[in-house]
Each structure stands twice: as structure tokens, then as C-alpha cells.
């Protein structure tokens, strides 16, 4: 299993409390772990990544095991850690202003 850590307003959108845990089949890459999420969580369709591009929408940051995955390709294998379920993929609003 998956563990995902979601920021709290999207928690709160999915009715959730805690971290996510999702069986993702295949090769655990990014791309397999929101589709995932976004199967069994409807509700978050568009809030992390666009519905036709595919990409991380602006303010939305991924890390795992203390990398910033947000740049990486989407579809480049998570690190083992994540996909053996011993760390989580985090799911971050990043914030911007002064």
C-alpha cells in the first residue's frame, strides 16, 4: 500500500483524516499514485493536477523521502522506500507572497 499525505484543505475536500493509503498496481510512479488517488477520491479530479494536461497545477509541491519530486517526470519510478510503503508521497500546498 501507498501512503499519501494530503494538505489539509484537500483532506477535508476527500472527507479524509490522516494519510491515504492506495494500492497502486504496476510500476509506482507519480502519474500511477494520483490516478489512483484520484479513482477512489473523485472529488480532488482538477485540484492537484489539470484534467486534460496532465500537469501539477502552480502551488502544488510532491516530495518523498526528503526529495522534491515536484519537477520530476511524472511517470520516473518513485523511490523504494514510497513504493514498499515504509515512506510517504507527500502532497504539499506551497504558499507564495511576502
Do not use: W
Amino acid at each position: 500500500m501507498i501512503r499519501v499525505v494530503l494538505p489539509a484543505h484537500l483532506k477535508n475536500l476527500a472527507h479524509v483524516t490522516g494519510e491515504v493509503r492506495l494500492a497502486v498496481t504496476g510500476p509506482v510512479t507519480q502519474r500511477q499514485v494520483l490516478d489512483a488517488l484520484e479513482a477512489r477520491y473523485p472529488m480532488l479530479l482538477g485540484t492537484i493536477r489539470d484534467r486534460h494536461s496532465g500537469k501539477r497545477r502552480p502551488f502544488v509541491r510532491f516530495y518523498a523521502c526528503e526529495q522534491d519530486l515536484s519537477n520530476a517526470s511524472p511517470d520516473a519510478p518513485l523511490p523504494e522506500p514510497v513504493a514498499a510503503g515504509e515512506e510517504p508521497y507527500i502532497i504539499l500546498g506551497a504558499m507564495a507572497g511576502g
